[in-house]
């Protein structure tokens, strides 16, 4: 959803690490466009998103207009079986 937002008013997906894309998706793009975070996020220390058990997002860019979005899942670990994936 936060990335639907931000393609409509911005016609592509933010680009960047993590703490790059939350940044963006908060607003600091060229039409200041603010994106909401998904229930349960939260953004660390370092300015990256996390997911509800304060692990970082992995986003990989698909395309200008496909991300998929990977949170560690359950177990908190990165690339598992639970990791949660969405596009």
Request: proline share 6%; charged share 25%; hydrophobic share 35%.
């Amino acid at each position: 959803m936060m990335f639907q937002e931000f393609r409509n008013s911005m016609g592509e997906n933010p680009v960047g690490n993590n703490a790059e894309i939350t940044k963006a998706l908060l607003g600091d793009n060229l039409k200041q466009v603010r994106a909401l975070l998904p229930r349960g996020s939260s953004i660390n220390e370092e300015g990256q998103m996390c997911d509800p058990q304060g692990i970082p997002y992995f986003f990989h860019q698909l395309s200008g207009k496909e991300m998929e979005i990977r949170s560690a899942g359950p177990d908190r670990e990165m690339w598992s079986d639970d990791d949660i994936i969405t596009k």
